[in-house]
């Protein structure tokens, strides 16, 4: 009776413990010396695609083509004939599906009772999908990689602590180490603290206000040149609660260095190179308002060439534009920082000057009437012409409404000093 129960209980276990093998989720299986198979639970035979019974007695080459893959011979002999525990992934190409698999695999030697090997033992666990996702992620992040490292803007990952999570090549570049030798490190490593500090005061602002952040950012280079920016900086969650930030930043020196080019190009006279119209009015109507809130003086002087139109008939107009650049070229060394010297139209000129009184805006114009009056201007080397000049100064009075007021005197004072004779500075205050 207590037999019975012993195999009834033996029995059990076995049952049970089959049935944990054929639940586990990976392929368990034990071989004996000649690779035939002594065990095998049900995942192996749905992968076969066959019964147990079909499978045990028989070796892998009903179902593996080891032709194609042997890797599976190889490590079974190295778990026999080495009696050595094996960790490892093969792959095999399963002969009843024609489609190769990737296993995470565990082979373990079996012994009897008198310490001589058997057979072995394994557990495979199917990675295929697992390796597919690992592969199509490797091939993404070096398609990245490449669209990364290609668009033309620097592009950064930073965590809330400054530490560098990513950088592109054009960052390394950069910076002058390789990328593997940023990522993970602080900015004050890898740049100077002042460089650092200077952008880490943008960087924060997409941590603090945690939205995106469009800034315009100018640094000096390591050669002293100034470098501007444009730059998107993005904050994002990575991995639970670590707090990033991405950052693209596109160089556009050049494109500022154009816009200077056109401003400069808007507010200069083409012959001349001085102010043009449109800036010293706009500039004036500023000067004004400035000088009518705080009380200050404020003074005009135009001038206009005597004899121009005689200049042109006479010589031609390309003599007649030189003369124009000459007096240019003579009157700008002798004006202040602050004043505004322009070509208004033709061959009249007017300055603004501010912060001056009544006379010493006429000791000015005087000057300038006595520095063409006693040097004659030389053209292209054999023409040498004794070029007149006449002034007409104004200055601020309390009852100006508009710069235009002031302005308009001069204009007046510059038509009494040709109607003098010219060569002549004469004042409307």
């Excluded at 950088?167 to 490190?185: F, S, T």
């Amino acid at each position: 009776m207590a037999y019975k129960k012993n195999i009834a209980a033996l029995l059990q276990q076995v049952h049970e413990m089959t049935s944990v093998l054929d639940n586990i989720g990976s392929y368990v299986y034990c071989k004996n010396l000649a690779g035939k198979y002594t065990y095998v639970n049900a995942d192996v035979a749905a992968l076969f695609q066959t019964s147990v019974q079909d499978i045990i007695g028989k070796d892998d080459s009903h179902f593996f083509d080891l032709n194609v893959l042997d890797e599976l011979l190889k490590n079974d002999r190295k778990v026999i004939f080495g009696k050595v525990s094996l960790a490892f992934e093969e792959s095999n190409l399963i002969k009843s599906t024609g489609k190769v698999h990737t296993y995470k695999t565990i082979k373990n030697p079996i012994f009897n009772e008198m310490g001589e090997i058997i057979g072995l033992s394994g557990i495979s666990t199917d990675i295929t999908m697992q390796k597919l996702l690992e592969e199509d992620n490797q091939d993404q992040k070096h398609l990245f990689d490449v669209i990364l490292n290609n668009i033309d803007a620097y592009i950064y990952m930073k965590d809330a602590k400054r530490r560098y999570r990513y950088v592109n090549r054009r960052v390394a570049e950069l910076i002058g180490l390789p990328a593997e030798e940023i990522i993970g490190k602080l900015d004050t490593d890898v740049v100077s603290p002042s460089y650092a500090d200077h952008f880490w005061q943008t960087d924060k602002l997409a941590f603090e206000g945690n939205e995106k952040v469009v800034i315009n950012e100018t640094v000096e280079s390591p050669d002293k040149k100034t470098q501007h920016y444009l730059s998107t900086k993005v904050p994002f969650q990575l991995r639970g609660d670590m707090r990033t930030m991405i950052a693209f930043s596109t160089n556009v020196t050049e494109l500022y260095q154009l816009k200077e080019k056109f401003e400069q190009l808007a507010n200069t006279d083409v012959l001349t190179s001085i102010y043009n119209r449109r800036y010293f009015f706009d500039n004036a109507n500023r000067e004004f308002n400035r000088a009518k809130r705080h009380q200050q003086a404020l003074a005009v002087i135009s001038l206009d060439v005597d004899h121009f139109k005689t200049v042109n008939d006479q010589y031609g107009h390309p003599v007649g534009d030189q003369v124009l650049i000459k007096i240019a070229q003579l009157i700008t060394p002798t004006i202040r920082a602050e004043d505004i010297f322009a070509r208004i139209g033709g061959e009249e000129f007017s300055i603004l000057l501010p912060n001056i009184s009544l006379s010493q805006s006429l000791q000015a114009a005087e000057r300038l009437r006595d520095l063409l009056d006693k040097k004659p201007i030389l053209i292209n080397k054999n023409i040498m012409l004794s070029i007149k000049i006449s002034l007409g100064v104004s200055v601020l009075k309390a009852s100006d409404n508009c710069f235009q007021d002031l302005y308009a005197r001069s204009d007046s004072a510059l038509y009494q000093a040709k109607s003098q004779g010219r060569n002549h500075v004469y004042l409307i205050d």
